[in-house]
């Protein structure tokens, strides 16, 4: 269950959860997404990588992403559903929206925010594996190494991160703080 955010309409938020101390700056995500996309730009040289950003949270991290690339680049979007509470995944997902276009033969790399239990990535790489893709890899902004759960390949990651949940960047908490240029851990204060 999400828990209700209570702030005046616009103003200061004066208690109820809140950006606390950066965890990741705005300078540090723009110059880890440099160096990513050149390790991607020379691993895909001579190929057209298609780039599938899973929503909402990978937005700005895709659009940063593909805009570094030197090589051409295609981009789609999976929205996934993870059965849970407000700070943790079961593993059971649901696709909410498909990719727009089948993926056989492709070079595919998933653009994921954060990767926790790596339950959800898990379900989503077996789910794109079936369809036959020529190759299948995985960029994450962030990864909590302490909460994984499933081993999983990651080719590409951001930053390692503490076991802390973390807003911003296009991460949320109850749908807030995705536009927060940097990224927070969540400051929970009572009111
Ligand atoms: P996993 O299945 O446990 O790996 O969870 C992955 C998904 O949970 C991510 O794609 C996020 O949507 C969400 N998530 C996990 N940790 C955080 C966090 O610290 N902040 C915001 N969302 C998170």
Do not use: W
């Not at 499933?150 to 076991?163: A, K, S, T």
């Amino acid at each position: 269950m999400r828990a209700g955010l209570s702030d005046s309409a616009g103003g200061e938020r004066t208690h109820g959860p809140r950006p606390g101390s950066v965890v990741v700056d705005a300078q540090a995500l723009a110059e880890r997404i440099r160096q990513l996309a050149a390790a991607i730009s020379s691993d895909y040289a001579g190929r057209v990588p298609l780039l599938v950003g899973v929503l909402k949270g990978a937005v700005f991290f895709v659009s940063d992403l593909m805009r570094a690339l030197e090589v051409p680049c295609e981009v789609d979007f999976m929205a996934v559903a993870s059965y849970g509470d407000a700070t943790s995944s079961s593993g059971v997902v649901r696709i909410l929206k498909d990719l727009d276009r089948p993926i056989e033969g492709r070079d595919v790399l998933v653009v994921e925010d954060i990767v926790d239990s790596g339950l959800t990535l898990s379900y989503l790489l077996r789910t794109l594996r079936a369809r036959g893709p020529a190759s299948l890899e995985v960029c994450a902004l962030l990864t909590k190494p302490e909460r994984r759960k499933i081993d999983l390949p990651i080719r590409y990651v951001g930053f390692e991160i503490p076991d802390r949940f973390v807003i911003g960047y296009g991460l949320d908490f109850a749908e807030r703080f995705r536009n927060l240029p940097f990224i927070a851990e969540l400051e929970e204060r009572g009111g």
